[in-house]
């Protein structure tokens, strides 16, 4: 089944603590993305990658990092997470972006106190 | 740079009655536009998209917008709802070269029997 995975689905941490929210994806999906998604906001995308070893900012990179090692993996790394980092975090993969269907994990529940 | 703009934050219809959900685009050319719908609990999951041509376009579960270049927008409807349809819409713009899709604020939908 085709299918993009994140992990966790829910993560309580403390400021400071270093974590990271692994996804990946068997569809062999060139194109990766990162959003977050906060109340009366949408979604925002954090980071993107159009291929291995190949990663940009998105509208909201600050407080995130992110590595794209092999295809199928894109993991979001929080090095010192604050509160404001509270937030629904999706993970998504296309073909190629702007042209095809993005797939998105189920998200992650992220609490940060 | 795009943008999209979902003037309706909450929706309530009653079972049976059509529905159509707002969407407008800021874009100097063509977009190509998508509509996803998210259920609670739930990831992303797409709907219906335009790249060209017929500018009426069918989606899943009983779905269609029509792309409407004279008035920017790009707005979802169904005939008959369904209670199963009670989630959040999002309307997102892509732009042909640019690698990113950029969402609405979302529009999220109640249904009452």
């Known amino acids: 089944e085709a299918q993009v995975t994140q992990n966790p689905r829910y993560l309580i941490t403390v400021t400071g603590k270093k974590l990271t929210v692994t996804c990946s994806q068997n569809?062999?999906?060139?194109?990766m993305s990162w959003y977050r998604q906060d109340p009366g906001l949408g979604l925002r995308q954090i980071y993107y990658?159009?291929?291995?070893?190949?990663?940009d900012k998105g509208d909201v990179p600050e407080g995130y990092k992110v590595s794209r090692k092999e295809k199928r993996n894109f993991p979001l790394i929080l090095e010192s997470p604050s509160p404001n980092q509270t937030s629904l975090y999706f993970c998504?993969?296309?073909?190629?972006?702007?042209?095809?269907?993005?797939?998105f994990g189920q998200g992650t529940r992220l609490t940060v106190v | 740079a795009q943008s999209v703009t979902q003037p309706d934050i909450h929706i309530t219809v009653s079972e049976g009655a059509s529905l159509e959900l707002r969407c407008n685009y800021s874009?100097?050319?063509?977009?190509?536009l998508f509509w996803y719908v998210q259920s609670p609990g739930q990831g992303l999951q797409l709907l219906l998209k335009y790249f060209s041509g017929d500018t009426l376009v069918q989606g899943i579960k009983g779905f269609e917008a029509e792309f409407k270049r004279s008035q920017s927008s790009f707005n979802l409807r169904k005939p008959s709802v369904h209670w199963s349809d009670a989630a959040e819409y999002f309307c997102a713009v892509g732009a042909p070269g640019n690698e990113k899709l950029t969402f609405g604020t979302g529009t999220r939908l109640t249904i009452i029997p």
């Open positions: 998504a993969s296309s073909l190629r972006q702007g042209l095809t269907e993005a797939f």
């Open positions: 874009y100097g050319a063509t977009p190509y």
């Open positions: 569809m062999n999906h060139e194109y």
């Open positions: 990658s159009m291929n291995v070893e190949v990663t």
